[in-house]
């Protein structure tokens, strides 16, 4: 693509503050040329004006600093989910508030399936359900003659019927903690953690290690990205060989692939020297839709599942505190090695003594081996206050929030896991924003579904699914939403220069908007319906 | 014919406790079985170089047949894999993390009908452990991969394990504690093994163990099979086999520690064979023998 094209657009929002606004812009070899008028351009020569996006309104493509590829790996199954959810094809599928529901969807299912197949379906979430609780005999109603599968969407739990109990040999004499029982002794059907669930995902084929790097799985995940306006999503802990490595790249570099992956990987190995090399290989791959370069570490569990560490007071229920996944001793050894390194580290820390310990071994680390443009980040970051983002601030460390938290679990934070005082200081955007940090936030899909403006609007309105205001104080205005959603997530990838606004010298990525994001009622924000987006000036990927 | 099960056994503890040097000491001994062991850190091991056949990536063959390998994305998928190799190990340990509760890796082999429960191995540090079970922040983890042990196995102990340490162990477990310094061998310990150690002592004049081996007509139901076991010796570490059954296949055993796990076996059981070891310190191989010949 030498020639230069120009772009009509009833607004373009630029995250520029040069030239917030404009009308044209201009495209040649895949990047921003000019923006501005219908001449922006001309005195770089000959131009070929485009009208096809002149009713919409175009901003930078959106950057989902979170998520996961793993997503389009459920799609092969069945949702089963309480919440509305869209497909990869664009497919909607109603939220299922009631077991009847969930059944009618299973039975359905099964009619399309072939003669050998086992039926499985994922996203239960049976907290917001107040009917009865799921059982092997429900499950045996859609169908006897063949495994139904439903995994919970906590990833700790399923319930199975009794042809698959029957598979892995569950029964009354079964000495295996996990296997949940009826009064009677007979198991219930509901499986809890790994070791009882491997079993039967064994025998049923369900292995995502290497799937999510396959070609139709990348191309289903660039689906979901464009529908969601996403133009340079993360695969954050993503655990890859260098054969699967190079499968992605592959299927990535294609002009059309509608999105840039950017994995963290999580490594294994223990010495500067070792990690150094293996991402040495990893890099080698790289082209311009295909970014390795950073590490994924995990500290602590989850909040709704009481694994997070969390300081003083801790759960309101009196649970015990959370569990550690590298103990505080690892990740001050780890912080430092990756440090001495040189490489960026994306750090899970849900509860605030986790964002502590990290934030104290980043410490250390930054003083025996200085590195200012280390640049690591909190990932969810949950419970940090103004104290922890000084400290992040003062380490030139940032933070992405999980601000969808605040719209799916604020009310069960309030009244089950930390009460409403740190609830409503939970995924503290103003806060972070006023320590002048860089911030993000995101889906953490497949955990939330992919969609920065859902994500925006949780984060300016902070509204929850009970409708309540959960820490109105937290709240931040439409354009510093889209400024995280954009430029932010962009720092925290150290993209910054690339891609995230819509200037003279970045990628030509796009988001393709129907309306004006900052004309609209912000409550509204989520609703806005994303057209398509632009990579590298391809506009072929309009939905 | 099936294929054997495969037993598991996990092992547990905090890092620098000596759980890579137990593995390194297991990988090295004259045990005859094929291993398949998969760790966290493949940079710890240390394989003399004439005893490696290859050395890859992520794997490395071992001239005894053993494989070390690590255990990559997925733990669980992992233990999938160890399953599906042909011809499948003859035992799979796996090093559980330094914060890892050795239960929730090893509660998989109790419930994959294809592998058999090789319980879980704490090595606890005794210079160290008493500090860390303290500790503010991993102390309550810590206990509770004790809590989890089928059998302590005490790293560090020079001189004996102090009896202050042994107190606490044991209100947290009724697993043995075993200081491994004083182990003629590891492999009977961790794959319950018994032909190498059949009266056998090492050259130190280390405490050997005592070993049991049974063979017999006898057929029980799982009901009287586990008022037996539940009757074995305190001492015994481990024992295993196959045990016939009045009108069933017959049973498979693997007792370690307190630990006790019945299965129906995969093949018929014509002949009830049990073996079993024990500390020469604390038990002889009469009162084993008198245990199990008793009605």
């Not at chain 1, 590829?69 to 599928?93: L, N």
């Not at chain 1, 354009?479 to 010298?505: D, F, N, Q, V």
């Amino acid at each position: 693509m030498s020639g230069i094209t120009v772009f009509q657009a009833a607004k373009i929002i630029t995250m520029d503050p040069n030239r917030p606004t404009a009308t044209h812009v201009a495209v040649r070899d895949g990047h921003v040329l000019a923006v501005g008028d219908a001449a922006c351009a001309d005195q770089w020569g000959r131009v070929r004006h485009d009208n096809r996006l002149a009713e919409t309104v175009l901003m930078p493509g959106f950057v989902e600093g979170h998520s996961h590829m793993s997503e389009t790996c459920f799609w092969d199954y069945t949702y089963v989910g309480f919440h509305d959810r869209v497909d990869p094809d664009g497919q909607p599928w109603p939220g299922l508030t009631e077991i009847g529901a969930v059944l009618a969807r299973l039975k359905d299912a099964a009619v399309r399936l072939g003669p050998d197949e086992p039926l499985i379906a994922w996203g239960f979430d049976p907290i917001f359900l107040s009917s009865a609780r799921l059982t092997r005999d429900h499950l045996d109603s859609v169908t006897a003659d063949r495994p139904v599968v439903v995994l919970f969407s906590s990833g700790h739990l399923m319930c199975v019927n009794s042809a698959a109990l029957a598979a892995v040999g569950y029964d009354r004499a079964s000495n295996v903690e996990g296997i949940q029982r009826r009064p009677d002794g007979e198991p219930n059907g509901e499986l809890h953690e790994m070791a009882a669930m491997f079993p039967v995902m064994r025998r049923i084929g369900m292995d995502f290690r290497t799937r999510s790097h396959q070609r139709a799985y990348v191309d289903a995940f660039g689906r979901i990205c464009r529908r969601s306006g996403v133009t340079t999503a993360t695969d954050l802990f993503a655990m890859v060989t260098q054969e699967g490595a190079e499968a992605l790249a592959q299927a990535t570099v294609r002009p059309e692939y509608p999105v840039r992956i950017v994995p963290a990987v999580s490594t294994l190995h223990s010495t500067p020297e070792e990690v150094r090399a293996q991402m040495a290989d990893l890099r080698r791959v790289n082209h311009d839709k295909l970014r390795f370069g950073a590490v994924k570490l995990m500290t602590d569990g989850s909040i709704q599942g009481f694994s997070a560490r969390i300081l003083w007071p801790g759960y309101v229920g009196g649970q015990p505190n959370g569990i550690w996944n590298m103990p505080p001793a690892q990740i001050h050894a780890t912080c430092a090695m990756m440090q001495q390194a040189g490489i960026q580290m994306h750090i899970h820390t849900n509860g605030d003594e986790a964002s502590t310990v990290v934030l104290d071994a980043l410490s250390a680390a930054a003083r025996a081996h200085p590195w200012p443009g280390a640049r690591h980040v909190l990932q969810h970051a949950q419970m940090m206050g103004p104290a922890l983002f000084a400290r992040a601030a003062e380490l030139g460390v940032c933070v992405n929030l999980f601000a969808n938290h605040i719209w799916y679990f604020g009310d069960q934070h309030a009244a089950l896991t930390i009460g409403p005082d740190r609830a409503a200081r939970m995924d503290a955007c103003r806060a972070a924003l006023d320590a002048g940090l860089t911030m993000a936030i995101h889906s953490d899909a497949p955990v939330t579904p992919m969609g920065p403006l859902f994500t925006a609007w949780c984060a300016v309105n902070r509204l929850t699914m009970s409708g309540r205001t959960l820490g109105a104080a937290q709240r931040i205005t439409v354009p510093e939403a889209l400024y995280a959603i954009t430029m932010g997530a962009a720092r925290t990838l150290k993209l910054e220069a690339e891609i995230g606004s819509i200037e003279t010298g970045k990628r030509a990525d796009f988001v393709v908007l129907a309306e004006d994001p900052l004309a609209i009622d912000p409550v509204r924000l989520k609703d806005l319906p994303v057209l398509g987006t632009v990579i590298d000036g391809h506009v072929d990927a309009m939905i | 014919m099936s294929l054997p099960r495969l037993p598991l056994t996990v092992i547990g503890g905090y890092l620098g406790a000596g759980k890579t040097t137990l593995i390194n000491r297991l990988l090295r001994e004259d045990h005859g079985q094929r291993v398949l062991v998969m760790v966290n850190d493949f940079g710890a091991i240390n394989i003399d170089a004439d005893l490696l056949v290859s050395a890859d990536g992520d794997t490395m063959t071992l001239t005894n047949g053993c494989v070390c390998c690590t255990m990559g994305a997925d733990l669980f998928m992992a233990m999938g894999d160890a399953l599906d190799r042909r011809p499948r190990p003859d035992h799979l340990l796996i090093e559980a993390s330094g914060i890892a509760d050795p239960a929730r890796i090893a509660t998989a082999a109790r419930a994959e009908p294809d592998m058999a429960y090789g319980g879980i191995a704490v090595v606890v540090d005794a210079l160290h452990w008493g500090a860390l079970a303290d500790d503010a922040q991993i102390g309550a983890q810590i206990r509770g991969q004790v809590a989890a042990a089928d059998l302590l196995l005490i790293s560090k102990a020079e001189g004996g394990v102090p009896p202050a340490l042994a107190a606490r162990l044991a209100a947290l477990s009724a697993a043995p504690q075993i200081d491994v310094a004083d182990c003629a061998a590891v492999a009977p310990l961790l794959l319950g093994g018994l032909a190498p150690l059949q009266g056998k002592r090492d050259g130190g004049g280390h405490p050997a163990y005592v070993g049991w081996s049974h063979e017999g007509d006898e057929a029980m139901t799982r009901a009287a099979l586990a008022a037996k076991l539940a009757q074995a010796p305190q001492a015994l570490y481990r024992i295993k086999g196959l045990v016939a059954a009045p009108d069933s296949t017959g049973w498979e055993v693997q007792v370690v520690g307190r630990s006790i796990e019945i299965k129906p076996a995969l093949d018929r059981v014509a002949r009830t064979r049990l073996v079993a070891i024990g500390p020469q310190s604390a038990i002889a191989r009469a009162q084993i023998a008198d245990w199990w010949s008793q009605g």
